[in-house]
C-alpha cells in the first residue's frame, strides 16, 4: 500500500513563499509519477504541478508557471512543491498524489494514490 503525507502547509502574506511536501512510503522500487492538486473553496480541485520520479520529466499548469517548482528527494521518497510569490488566490488545500505507468499523469488523469492535503491560506 502507498501512503502520502502532506504537510508545510500554513498562513502566509501574499507575497510569501512555502515549501509543500509530500512523504511517500510503500512501493518504493515501482514509483512513477508524482503531481500535486489543489482545491479552492467551492471549486473543483485543479492540477498544478506533476513530474516522473526519475526526475527526466516537470509539467506545471499554465496558472503557476514561474512561480511553482516541483522536485523531489530520492534518498527521503519525498515531493516538494516549492511555492513563490503566493496570491490570495493560490488559497486551497494542496494535496500530492501517485500516477502508475501508463496514466496520463502529465494531464492530471490516472492518479491512483491521494495524501489527506494540507491546507495553505494567503492572506492579502
Known amino acids: 500500500q502507498v501512503q502520502l503525507v502532506e504537510s508545510g502547509g500554513g498562513l502566509v502574506q501574499a507575497g510569501g513563499s512555502l515549501r509543500l511536501s509530500c512523504a511517500a512510503s510503500?512501493?518504493?522500487?515501482?514509483?512513477?509519477?508524482m503531481g500535486w492538486f489543489r482545491q479552492a473553496p467551492g471549486k473543483e480541485r485543479e492540477f498544478v504541478a506533476a513530474?516522473?520520479?526519475?526526475?527526466?520529466?516537470?509539467i506545471y499548469a499554465d496558472s503557476v508557471k514561474g512561480r511553482f517548482t516541483i522536485s523531489r528527494d530520492n534518498a527521503k521518497n519525498t515531493v516538494y512543491l516549492q511555492i513563490n510569490t503566493l496570491k490570495p488566490e493560490d488559497t486551497a488545500v494542496y494535496y500530492c498524489?501517485?500516477?502508475?505507468?501508463?496514466?496520463?499523469?502529465?494531464?492530471?488523469?490516472?492518479?491512483?494514490?491521494w495524501g489527506q492535503g494540507t491546507q495553505v491560506t494567503v492572506s492579502s
Open positions: 498524489a501517485e500516477a502508475p505507468p501508463g496514466s496520463t499523469w502529465y494531464r492530471g488523469f490516472g492518479y491512483d494514490y
Open positions: 510503500g512501493r518504493p522500487f515501482s514509483r512513477y509519477a
Open positions: 513530474m516522473l520520479w526519475s526526475g527526466s520529466m516537470t
